[in-house]
DNA sequence: AAAATAAATTAACATATGTAAAGTGAATAA
DNA sequence: TTATTCACTTTACATATGTTAATTTATTTT
């Protein structure tokens, strides 16, 4: 899920043949953007994958009304809205920079195209959603198993330097948790 | 995550030619096994992807002594330990069949070697594997979104029968709750 | 069938966590 | 700079959930 594999990263999961590389590179998209900028909306269909080069980004969904985090992308992490861009649905979440970013965008539309032209780019890609679903499930792992306090002290580990960056509020539904325990738990480490 | 495409199903993914489907089914073997075998035992490397064609299996692990159940696959469904297979780590999971089962076991290593001499299997499996993300990820949703109350209600939905074909120690702990807290809801219901 | 084991429920109690509200501090905008 | 908004913490209270242990029910085994 997280340190989205560039072209090199890709080349690492399996190797790239130079015509894979140049074509795979055509179908990148450099952009800046300013803080707030939401990357996809509630409801549309997602058809990008984004790879957060330098910033922070958050996926959220609504829950009765109140805002929960899931997802955080920073500083060379991978963002998507999966079940949209993957199954064609709405997304029932929605994607927003936290702070000014670099990002590098990519169509999904253009990357299975591109796949289907390269056996080695589609064989590093199902390497590469092999390891998403493993990253996916040790997020599963991580609920089932440790407690809003340890997950809080893993949150800094999987995305460095996140806590100085980033609205407690977000971290606290990241975590599973009210802002009031985040609180509670944040008092009783010093 | 479930319903593990059999070759059809991955034909209806992505179409496979004939000699493709003939190589896929070449490394498919069939066992039927009594109630109670461990299909994958902890510390094991899992090199296999198990297809539970009829009957019922769970994985789980070990916190502090206690068995966590954290995935059931049922008539039909998928199975495997996801970080030991795509990652080659001892298994922090074991696999168990809850009932007298017919599978289909798949070696890994087959299954890669044969996705390497066929593109249309490749392009089949990256997208088996965006699905099985997207479910993981709904399982993770399920555990953020939904009180025990409405996970207990969901397990049936996700896993038709189960609740009369597994013991509820089991489901409890499926469920993120303890056995008391489960036979608490289940009272409440009726 | 009887005995033994395992599974499920119930009760009693302690505790962690959520909710609501108030107060403090920091950041942003006018 | 001041005013306003937002972020964070703290308190008080209610409640859901875990733990332990006892009891009932179901399932195996002999």
Redesign the pocket.
């Given at each position: 899920m997280e340190n989205f594999p560039d072209i090199d990263a890709f080349a690492e999961l399996h190797p790239l043949s130079a015509a894979c590389r140049e074509d795979f590179a055509s179908i990148i998209q450099i952009q800046s953007l300013p803080k707030n900028t939401m990357l996809l909306d509630f409801g549309k269909k997602a058809t990008t994958l984004f790879f957060i080069k330098k910033g922070l980004a958050r996926a959220y969904y609504n829950r009765d009304g109140e805002e929960i985090t899931y997802y955080f992308a920073i500083d060379g992490q991978f963002m998507c809205s999966v079940p949209s861009v993957f199954d064609g649905r709405p997304s029932f979440s929605a994607i927003q920079l936290i702070e000014q970013s670099d990002i590098h965008c990519i169509s999904y539309q253009d990357f299975d195209d591109c796949c289907a032209r390269h056996h080695d780019l589609e064989r590093a890609a199902r390497k590469l959603f092999s390891l998403l679903l493993l990253l996916g499930l040790e997020d599963i792992e991580s609920l089932r198993f440790h407690?809003?306090h340890e997950r809080y002290l893993m949150v800094e580990k999987r995305h460095p330097g996140i806590l100085n960056r980033c609205?407690?509020?977000y971290i606290a539904s990241y975590i599973?948790?009210?802002?009031?325990?985040?609180?509670?738990i944040?008092?009783g480490i010093q």
């Amino acid at each position: 899920m997280e340190n989205f594999p560039d072209i090199d990263a890709f080349a690492e999961l399996h190797p790239l043949s130079a015509a894979c590389r140049e074509d795979f590179a055509s179908i990148i998209q450099i952009q800046s953007l300013p803080k707030n900028t939401m990357l996809l909306d509630f409801g549309k269909k997602a058809t990008t994958l984004f790879f957060i080069k330098k910033g922070l980004a958050r996926a959220y969904y609504n829950r009765d009304g109140e805002e929960i985090t899931y997802y955080f992308a920073i500083d060379g992490q991978f963002m998507c809205s999966v079940p949209s861009v993957f199954d064609g649905r709405p997304s029932f979440s929605a994607i927003q920079l936290i702070e000014q970013s670099d990002i590098h965008c990519i169509s999904y539309q253009d990357f299975d195209d591109c796949c289907a032209r390269h056996h080695d780019l589609e064989r590093a890609a199902r390497k590469l959603f092999s390891l998403l679903l493993l990253l996916g499930l040790e997020d599963i792992e991580s609920l089932r198993f440790h407690s809003a306090h340890e997950r809080y002290l893993m949150v800094e580990k999987r995305h460095p330097g996140i806590l100085n960056r980033c609205p407690l509020k977000y971290i606290a539904s990241y975590i599973g948790t009210s802002q009031v325990s985040l609180s509670r738990i944040r008092a009783g480490i010093q």
